[in-house]
């Protein structure tokens, strides 16, 4: 058997395959997405607003942070091995959390 060159598909019978098409109807039905509205922007509270700058507030800096573990260790007697404990240990008595 030879392939025959120069064979085309008469246009009724050429499979669709995707992208337009040479007669513009593809014998599917077109659908046409609506677009959506945008959304509306949310109110913000003055308790939201209240609540984020308390957190601010409350969060301790790096520097605190590390004045009180290097207090810490001190206190420990210099004794390595600690420095995780010192930081968390820090961080919970400058939030107000004693553990």
């Given amino acids: 058997m030879g392939v025959k060159v120069g064979f085309a598909y008469p246009k009724r ?7 337009e098409s040479s007669e513009g109807d593809s014998g599917m039905a077109e659908t046409v997405k609506k677009a959506k509205a945008p959304a509306k922007p949310r109110k913000t509270t003055a308790k939201t607003k209240a609540a984020a700058e308390e957190v601010k507030a409350v969060t301790p800096s ?22 995780e404990q010192d930081w968390l240990r820090a961080e919970q008595a400058l939030m107000g959390r004693a553990s």
């Fill in 13 to 19: 019978d050429a499979p669709y395959v995707g992208g």
């Fill in 62 to 83: 790096h520097e605190e942070i590390a004045q009180l573990a290097h207090n810490f260790w001190a206190e420990r007697g210099w004794q390595d091995g600690y420095a």
